[in-house]
């Protein structure tokens, strides 16, 4: 509309401008010759006509009634007013009338013109709209092919890359753990920024424990009011959520930071641990498809994040061997001690394997402590490789000897793996420095069965074991 009065307002100046430069013509140069009425060509008549077959009929109209104003003004001083106004009337009504329908017949000429081309363009601009339209339909429904014909592709791929994941992530951290859990979130759903919650009894606050995608200022809102937000309210109630909720329930909105996309709660056997955080993905990613890999993701972590968090929770770091970073046998011990008691209660099975290497010292003599250290971690590796990485390793009695912990097997399944290690030992090129070295080792191993015994009862069956092949 602005621009509308803007143009209007231009035009009527560029008009005025027009006739009042004919006009100071008439005055100046040709006084004799009042109104240009004499001649064969009449400036006003022609600007007239101009003014109606460029601007339109309105305009000629305007310009039409200011040209007779304008011509009946005597520019000659020795003129009578009044028969200067009566010769006009009386010689040139026929002029003036043939003047009046020019200017209509070429307004309407030029508006119907214009109509036509507002027509044509009011058409096109609809069709390129609707193009437009068309375009973005079809870019995001390529968009939905694309990421159907992938997760059709990897479906096969997904699940081994799932299976493979989930195993990766029983380690001896927690903090490993976590970041395994969140790269694997990325994995399967492209997730640009994630966050994982523990629930802090002391404070009843949700804090923010591992990440990845956070920038500097992200941090400033690492700890969470369980009341006033979703992250909180997923805890709370044991329930995922979904940002579509947000259309459906008003509580959610009322606490909606804009920060939540989906939400995980993390929990454990006996009781709610904390909530995994989906930021920001891409839009394309976000479906019922992506919503059940990352249920049947957080479901399948739950346990080993809690065997990490027990797990941290027995270990004191201070004791840890500084060449290795594995727990000492005091650890060891309590940790043995408290999985007798978890299962006897769950009435589940699990094995203790003690391995020596009888020719350590040696080693250390010749290469020293850090690089022998390495070659026996190198051989945890490959151990924990062939348990399919269910294992747990610490540190034993002696500094020669190693503790291995194995869930979930009873004595038939230990005895097979600790001949499965022997082979593994004896089939292997053993190197420091370069040199070939042969690793001489002995394994002993106990299982826990459905009898209850103490730790050092488990563990001295083992020893027994070690002590018979030295002999």
């Known amino acids: 509309m602005k621009q509308k009065n803007r143009n209007h307002f231009r035009i009527s100046l560029e008009i005025l401008a027009f006739l009042l430069a004919v006009f100071l013509i008439n005055f100046f140069f040709f006084s004799e010759n009042p109104g240009f009425l004499n001649g064969p060509l009449n400036p006003y008549t022609a600007l007239t006509l101009l003014i109606a077959a460029y601007y339109g009929k309105l305009y000629g109209f305007s310009t039409f009634v200011l040209t007779i104003i304008l011509i009946m ?4 001083k020795d003129m009578n007013i009044l028969e200067y106004w009566i010769f006009i009337w009386s010689d040139q009504y026929i002029k003036i009338a043939v003047n009046l329908i020019g200017v209509y017949v070429l307004g309407m000429i030029r508006d119907s013109y214009i109509l036509r081309i507002n027509h044509y363009k009011s058409i096109t601009k609809k069709e390129v709209f609707e193009k437009f339209k068309y375009k973005n339909e079809v870019e995001a429904l390529s968009a939905v092919n694309n990421e159907l014909e992938e997760r059709v592709l990897r479906q096969n791929e997904s699940v081994t890359s799932l299976y493979t994941q989930i195993k990766a992530l029983h380690t001896q951290s927690l903090t490993e753990t976590l970041n395994i859990l ?12 994630a966050s994982i919650w523990r629930f802090d009894p002391n404070s009843n606050s949700l804090v923010m424990i591992a990440n990845f995608g956070w920038e500097a200022n992200d941090f ?7 009341d006033d937000s979703i992250e909180g309210w997923c805890f709370r109630n044991n329930l995922k959520f979904s940002v579509r909720m947000l259309l459906e329930y008003d509580n959610l909105l009322k606490m909606d930071k804009k920060r939540n996309i989906f939400t995980f709660p993390i929990n454990f056997s006996s009781t709610s641990w904390g909530v995994l955080n989906i930021e920001d993905m891409p839009f394309t990613k976000y479906n019922l498809y992506v919503e059940k890999i990352l249920s049947i993701l957080v479901d399948l972590a739950s346990p080993e994040i809690e065997r ?4 941290e929770s027995i270990i004191a770091y201070e004791e840890i061997n500084q060449f290795t970073g594995l727990p000492s046998y005091k650890q060891f011990h309590s940790m043995i001690g408290i999985n007798i008691s978890k299962a006897v209660k769950g009435n589940k099975t699990f094995s203790v ?8 010292s040696s080693f250390v003599k010749d290469f020293g402590e850090e690089k022998t250290y390495k070659m026996i971690l190198s051989l945890l590796d490959k151990l924990n490789i062939l348990s399919n990485n ?4 610490f540190h034993y009695k002696e500094t020669n000897q190693l503790a291995i912990y194995y869930p979930d097997i009873d004595y038939d399944g230990v005895s097979l793996y600790c001949l499965e290690t022997l082979g593994i030992i004896n089939n292997t090129e053993w190197k420091i420095n370069d040199q070939l070295l042969a690793l001489d080792a002995i394994v002993g191993y106990s299982s826990f069965g ?3 015994i103490s730790a050092d009862e488990l563990l001295s069956v083992a020893e027994n074991l070690l002590e018979m092949q030295k002999v």
Do not use: C, G, R
């Open 73 to 76: 003004v005597p520019i000659n």
């Open 450 to 452: 459905h009898q209850e």
């Open 390 to 393: 269910k294992i747990d390793y």
């Open 353 to 360: 394997i003690l391995l020596e290497i009888m020719n350590f």
């Open 182 to 193: 969140l790269s694997t979130v990325n994995k399967f759903s492209w997730a640009e920024k």
């Open 308 to 311: 990490a968090v027990e797990y």
């Open 220 to 226: 400033e809102n690492s700890i969470l009011d369980m």
